[in-house]
């Protein structure tokens, strides 16, 4: 093992983290306002919308997400071009991106719905007496409430994409690992590369679990 | 029904008639879509060395096409008027390719894409750039002299490109027994030569020099074997898109013609290459110096 | 849009022998369920064995099995894909090592490696499961079982367990689905499992919108109907007296 060609590579790999932390805060914020929406259409009460709603949630969550993140990747342009009618350039980066926001919004879904759920009805009915219409008591009340309650839960699920966004390797899209991948196949030295972006992964992952776990303690008091 | 036949037939005769007036102002596909976006999207190799790989910047492919690529690039600026247009790269892989440029994602690939008919059906193909044939990298000491020699044994290949085909089909029909490994691109396939997962690994013969080049030891590997198959390489673009392939067309022939061909191929092929700084040794064959003498679209099986 | 759909694109011959593209996509199922089901033996064994010691009162015990559920947790499933497939061979002994590259067909090997390479990242999920469950039991429970003079081994025997994997079936249908998923991963070291079949026909046929929109209902009809097969289990091994039973 010979980890010397690594510090000569890091403003590369640098760069390639910064891109696999672009698409994870993309994808997280996307992610949880899709997810709100669908969730909130999940508890309405039109039978349409909340079918539409679980409908979405099955779907993405039955198939794998490399699966959607390929098939994004050559199905978004094509679909662009349908509707404009022209060549749209669209990168690895913006159909990786739509991929997560998709698939990902399944996840958080059912985290804010469980975190809506968990609010006491009376709450609802407390704002409602109060002359607010539904959208003001969802908005005002009862969001703001359930969002406190399931920060520890989406923190969670966003360091399982920011693990997760290792995937777009399949595409090619020179994330930290596919570049770390890149530049130890190119030097000849690919163990050594690989073992580095482990520990990388490790070392960050595992610390952000750390603070939510402390997070989660202080929220809970 | 006929007026309206008759009246599309006048206006197409009309649109035929005054078609040169117009072609000079009117863009059409892709280059409407450059000058729009003032951008052009160039698809690159990870490691297809030497025609475009990556080797010390991790955004700026390098290779033998990419530079064929460059001259097309500045071929669009003076066609266009753009003198600073942009231009962004994309990767692909063998398996990506086709449909990212079908897709729009990439304009055009110059890596080492083999022109064949069925690909023709898919999208359109410059002027050739290159001509290989499909062979063998094995350890000198493997025993393995040519492709009869690989019954029953692991047998690795990039998946995607015409040598996996050719070797599942030898496979099927000569009933070899042979454990076909694809594997996601050249540099994946090499290690898995490399690290002994397979005994031989079946690409365009130029492609496993380059590969030779990255290797740990480079004497310690061989290419063998009877050609399968001779392929001319070209650049990819989107299929009934004349204007644009013209350009392309013509950037790549007028490097041929003025000769500037031979420095290229000289700065690739026989000299020092990134990212170890090792020679290919790979002189000029006879069939490429008929390629640049007479360029040509076809596919090396029409010829 | 310049695209030839064509739905019966596979019954066309793949070009390969005498193969059409749908057998392409058997056999790619194939692999993808052998893959899910032996790797979800060894996550639930070890899974199993792994939260049992998180629970027992030892500290070194429970203290081996932190640790592996927070580095099994915290790397990326495709980088320890990487790490068993391309390094562990390497560091075998060598006459293991030349037997497992070289004798075992390559379908074969890599197979291994993704089993290996899943149960034990499935194992971490699993064992926080099985912690939860034990945990979430009534103190009372193990202490009466003490009082009876069960030993400990026996208390997670007759006691403990049978108890816990009752609750839990919800969260570890969940794991059990997430496996055959996340076995796609094995179409990136080369194995033709659903997805890499999946992007052949893509590519050999030129029909893309097709092999994904069939491996797409493939992924969904298989989940579906595990879930089905898994809620009718727990229906049936549900602890009576629970607040869960009866409710929905």
Redesign the interface.
Same mark, same amino acid.
Request: proline letters at 6%.
């Given at each position: 093992m010979d980890f010397s060609a690594i510090p000569a590579a890091l403003p590369?790999l640098l760069?390639?983290m910064l891109l696999t932390l672009q698409l994870l805060v993309f994808g997280v914020a996307g992610g949880v306002a899709l997810g709100t929406v669908l969730a909130m259409m999940r508890l309405a009460h039109a039978p349409l919308l909340s079918n539409l709603a679980g409908l979405y949630v099955?779907?993405f969550?039955?198939?794998?997400?490399?699966?959607v993140i390929?098939?994004f990747?050559?199905?978004v342009?094509?679909i662009?071009?349908?509707i404009t009618g022209? =060549?749209?350039?669209?990168?690895?980066f913006t159909s990786c991106l739509v991929a997560f926001v998709m698939f990902e919004a399944a996840y958080f879904c059912e985290i804010v719905r469980a975190g809506i759920q968990s609010i006491p009805k009376g709450q609802m009915a407390a704002a409602q007496a109060l002359g607010m219409t539904y959208g003001q008591c969802m908005r005002l009340v009862i969001l703001p409430l359930a969002f406190r309650k399931m920060t520890p839960l989406l923190l969670q699920q966003s360091i399982i994409l920011f693990? =997760?966004t290792?995937?777009v390797?399949?595409?090619?899209?020179?994330d930290f690992?596919n570049?770390a991948?890149?530049?130890g196949?190119?030097?000849?030295q690919?163990?050594e590369f690989?073992?580095f972006?482990?520990l990388v992964?490790?070392v960050l992952?595992?610390s952000a679990?750390l603070l939510v776990k402390r997070l989660q303690k202080r929220l809970t008091v | 029904m006929r007026l309206a036949s008759c009246l599309l037939g006048t206006t197409v005769a009309i649109a035929l008639l005054s078609g040169p007036a117009f072609a000079a102002e009117e863009l059409t596909g892709?280059l409407k $879509?450059i000058k729009e976006?003032g951008?052009v999207?160039l698809g690159h190799r990870?490691?297809s060395i030497p025609f475009s790989?990556?080797?010390t910047?991790?955004?700026q492919p390098i290779g033998y096409s990419h530079d064929l690529q460059l001259k097309v690039v500045e071929a669009l600026k003076q066609k266009l008027g753009m003198p600073d247009l942009k231009v962004?790269y994309?990767?692909?892989?063998s398996q990506?390719r086709i449909?990212?440029v079908?897709?729009?994602?990439v304009d055009l690939e110059c890596g080492s894409t083999t022109n064949n008919l069925e690909r023709q059906k898919q999208v359109a193909f410059s002027v050739g750039i290159f001509e290989v044939g499909t062979r063998l990298l094995t350890k000198k000491t493997s025993g393995v002299k040519d492709f009869a020699d690989l019954a029953g044994k692991n047998v690795v290949t990039t998946a995607g490109t015409t040598s996996e085909r050719l070797l599942k089909a030898m496979n099927a029909d000569k009933q070899m027994g042979m454990n076909i490994i694809s594997a996601?691109d050249h540099?994946?396939s090499f290690?898995m030569l490399e690290s002994g997962r397979a005994v031989a690994f079946m690409m365009d013969d130029v492609l496993l020099y380059g590969e030779m080049v $990255?290797?740990?030891k480079p004497d310690d590997w061989t290419v063998v074997g009877t050609p399968q198959s001779f392929e001319i390489y070209g650049c990819m673009l989107?299929k009934d898109d004349p204007a644009f392939k013209q350009v392309v067309d013509e950037a790549i022939t007028a490097t041929y013609k003025s000769g500037e061909i031979n420095a290229i191929y000289d700065k690739w092929f026989l000299q020092p290459v990134p990212? $170890?700084g090792l020679n290919l040794n790979f002189p000029m064959s006879e069939q490429i110096k008929k390629l640049i003498a007479e360029p040509t679209d076809k596919s090396a099986e029409e010829m | 849009?310049n695209?030839n759909w064509d739905w019966g694109v596979f019954f066309k011959s793949t070009g390969i022998g005498d193969e059409i593209y749908l057998d392409w996509f058997l056999a790619g199922l194939g692999w993808t369920i052998a893959l899910a089901l032996s790797a979800w033996i060894i996550a639930l064994l070890l899974g199993s064995l792994l939260g049992v010691l998180r629970t027992v009162p030892n500290r070194w015990a429970s203290g081996i099995a932190t640790t592996y559920v927070?580095?099994f947790? #915290?790397?990326?499933?495709?980088?320890?894909l990487?790490?068993w497939y391309?390094?562990v061979p390497?560091l075998l002994p060598e006459p293991l090592e030349l037997w497992f590259k070289q004798d075992l067909n390559p379908a074969t090997s890599a197979y291994l490696s993704v089993v290996v390479c899943l149960g034990l990242f499935t194992a971490a999920r699993v064992c926080e499961q099985v912690r939860t469950g034990i945990q979430a039991l009534p103190k009372g429970q193990a202490a009466a079982a003490r009082a009876m003079g069960f030993t400990l081994p026996q208390i997670y025997r007759y006691v403990l367990l049978p108890q816990a994997f009752r609750i839990i079936i919800p969260p570890l249908t969940s794991e059990f689905?997430n496996i055959?998923? #996340?076995?796609?991963?094995a179409?990136?070291i080369g194995l033709m499992e659903l997805?890499a079949q999946?992007?052949q026909t893509?590519e050999f046929s030129a029909n893309?919108?097709e092999a994904?929109t069939l491996?797409?209902l493939i992924?969904?009809v298989? #989940?579906?109907s595990l879930m089905l097969f898994m809620r009718g289990v727990e229906k049936k091994v549900a602890v009576p007296g629970l607040m869960s039973v009866g409710g929905k």
């Open positions: 590369s760069e390639g099955n779907y969550r039955s198939i794998p997400l490399l699966l390929t098939w990747y050559f199905a342009p094509f662009l071009r349908g022209e =060549d749209t350039p669209v990168g690895a693990q =997760d290792s995937l390797y399949s595409v090619g899209l020179m690992l570049s991948r890149s530049r196949d190119i030097i000849g690919p163990h690989l073992i972006a482990g992964y490790f992952s595992f679990s | 892709t $879509k976006s951008t999207t990870d490691a790989y990556l080797a910047d991790p955004r962004r994309n990767l692909v892989t990506t449909p990212l079908q897709n729009g994602t996601k540099g994946e290690l $990255k290797a740990r989107r990212p $170890k | 849009m695209y927070e580095i947790r #915290n790397v990326p499933l495709l980088v320890q990487f790490l391309f390094l390497d689905l055959f998923k #996340n076995s796609a991963v179409s990136l997805l999946t992007k893509a893309l919108f994904f491996a797409t992924y969904f298989l #989940n579906m």
